[in-house]
């Protein structure tokens, strides 16, 4: 039986990617989760094996600082508290850049090894961290940090690569990508698939929002969050036929302003939102929809290279899909035919026309399709390559 100590630079609660991971290593391995911003009901996600370390996350000038320069260092203060365990762990599992500074420290005071989980390219997500729009002074200042933080960060993890033991990220365009940028190989794919097996109870949508027996319900899942095209699928609906509905699933600090959109352009009784969800039942809300909307403007590589968790949430609930023409998206759906591209993310009449397209299609053909996609991309398939890195 190993011992693993897991760093998370967030809430667990809403990372199913993490969740996941954490069950698989607990089932016949000790694990302690270190994340921030945790909750006294977390608990009931795991088994016995997992034990739970939150912490507030930072705040005050320092660590704003930090946070918008050398970023990579502000999860430093996870190395005393898991240092002071007084356990020796086999693995420190650092979930993304911000984590694997403090996981390579811990390694140097301990000996284990480290795993470090790419989630994405981060260096490449940083010019999410900042407004599109600004005054020009606050532009300017935006422009600077970024410029310190992308630069530093690349430098700071091309070091770090070089000691760490085992390299994972969620696709094949990923792995490609940091083969090539840092020279790194045997790089591992474990992608973000809900199992296969899972029982998900199917949500009401009709019943909840008195939607018509007749009406086509589109979804989106996710945070809402920018680089989503929220904006531009809302203000599609304008355009859409009248018997077309969205619901919008999850929250995010966009909330409130994609509520004043739909406002503002009278969607009020088209567009529905649910709140935040548990990520344990996406697949139970997807399953209430008739096709699910998953689109990547191009903002940055990390962005047009990945694969969403909402792709593999819609394929599990054979919901026919509209995506957006990504290398990941296109790589699968050349194997399984799963629903339409949009080319253009920022162009809301164009999302409107695959919307309205794909109401008046029969749908049954996709829907096969999900359900043999799901054959292979799932997390009992995932995790294997996981258990073979721990053993």
């Known amino acids: 039986m190993k011992h693993i100590a897991v760093l998370l630079n967030g809430p667990i609660v809403t990372d199913s990617r993490v969740i996941r991971e954490i069950r698989t290593m607990s089932q016949a391995n000790l694990v302690d ?33 930090i946070r918008n320069t050398c970023f990579y260092n502000e999860f430093l203060f996870f190395v005393p508290e898991v240092i002071k365990q007084g356990v020796k762990y086999d693995y420190i599992w650092a979930n993304d850049l911000p984590d694997l500074k403090p996981a390579l420290q811990i390694k140097r005071k301990t000996g284990s090894k480290v795993i470090y989980d790419s989630h ?7 010019n999410q961290c900042f407004p599109e729009k600004a005054v020009i002074y606050k532009q300017l200042l935006y422009k600077l940090c970024l410029f310190i933080m992308q630069t530093f960060g690349r430098m700071a993890e091309k070091k770090m690569l070089g000691s760490v033991d085992e390299f994972v990220t969620t696709c094949e365009s990923y792995k490609i990508f940091f083969a090539a940028k840092y020279k790194v190989h045997n790089v591992n794919i474990v992608m973000n698939c809900p199992m296969l097996n899972y029982k998900n109870a199917r949500y009401d949508y009709r019943k909840k929002y008195g939607i018509p027996k007749d009406g086509f319900i589109v ?32 929250d995010g600090f966009l909330e409130n302003k994609l509520k004043n959109i739909v406002l503002e352009n009278s969607l009020s009784d088209k567009i529905f939102f649910t709140g935040r969800i548990s990520s344990s039942d996406m697949v139970g809300y997807a399953l209430g929809a008739d096709v699910g909307i998953n689109l990547q403007p191009n903002v940055n590589l990390s962005k047009y290279y990945g694969s969403t968790n909402k792709f593999f949430e819609y394929m599990h609930a054979a919901l026919p899909m509209i995506v957006s023409d990504t290398p990941e998206n296109k790589l699968i759906m050349a194997k399984y035919d799963m629903g339409i591209f949009v080319s253009n993310c920022n162009d809301s009449q164009k999302i409107a026309e695959a919307i309205n397209k794909m109401s008046q299609m029969d749908l049954s053909r996709y829907k096969e399709n999900c359900k043999k996609a799901a054959e292979e991309y799932n997390w009992e398939n995932q995790e294997k390559v996981m258990l073979n890195l721990i053993k």
Not at 53 to 60: I, L, V, Y
Not at 120 to 126: A, D, M, N, Q
Not at 225 to 236: D, N, V
């Open 33 to 65: 989760l270190f994340y921030v911003d945790g909750s006294d009901s977390d608990k009931s996600i795991f088994n016995e094996n997992v034990r739970l370390f939150s912490f507030a996350k930072p705040e005050g000038f320092k660590y704003k600082l």
């Open 120 to 126: 994405e390219i981060f260096i490449e997500t940083l």
């Open 219 to 250: 979804t989106f899942q996710g945070k809402l969050i920018p680089a989503r095209a929220l904006e531009q699928i809302i203000k599609s609906f304008k355009y859409v036929n009248n018997n077309i509905y969205l619901i919008i699933v999850g």
